[in-house]
Nanobody, 116 residues
C-alpha cells in the first residue's frame, strides 16, 4: 500500500520560513518524480514545485521561484519543500504527489497558515 505522509506545516508569520517533509512508503521512491501542490480555501489545487528522479531537475511555479526549494533524500524516501519569505496568500494545504504514467499518489496534506 502506497503512503505519502506530509509533515512540517504550521503557523508562520509573513516573511518567515517553513520546511515541509513528505515521506513515502510502498513504492520505489527513486523511480517517481515527486511534486508539491497546494490548495487554498475556495481555490483549485495548484502546482508548486517538482523534482525529477531521473536527473534531479527541479521545476517551480513562477510565484515561488527564488523562495522555495524542493529536494529529495533517497535514503530516507523523503522529499522536502523549504519555503522562505512566505506570503499571506500562500496559506494553504500543501500536498505531496508521486506520479508516473500509471500511478498518481497523494498525501493527506499539511496545513500552512501565514499570519500578518
Amino acid at each position: 500500500q502506497v503512503q505519502l505522509v506530509e509533515s512540517g506545516g504550521g503557523l508562520v508569520q509573513a516573511g518567515g520560513s517553513l520546511s515541509l517533509s513528505c515521506t513515502a512508503s510502498g513504492l520505489t521512491f527513486n523511480q517517481y518524480p515527486m511534486a508539491w501542490f497546494r490548495q487554498a480555501p475556495g481555490k483549485e489545487r495548484e502546482f508548486v514545485a517538482s523534482h525529477v528522479h531521473k536527473d534531479g531537475s527541479t521545476y517551480y511555479a513562477d510565484s515561488v521561484k527564488g523562495r522555495f526549494t524542493i529536494s529529495r533524500d533517497i535514503a530516507k524516501n523523503t522529499v522536502y519543500l523549504q519555503m522562505n519569505n512566505l506570503k499571506l496568500e500562500e496559506a494553504a494545504v500543501y500536498y505531496c504527489n508521486a506520479m508516473s504514467t500509471d500511478d498518481d499518489y497523494w498525501g493527506q496534506g499539511t496545513q500552512v497558515t501565514v499570519s500578518s
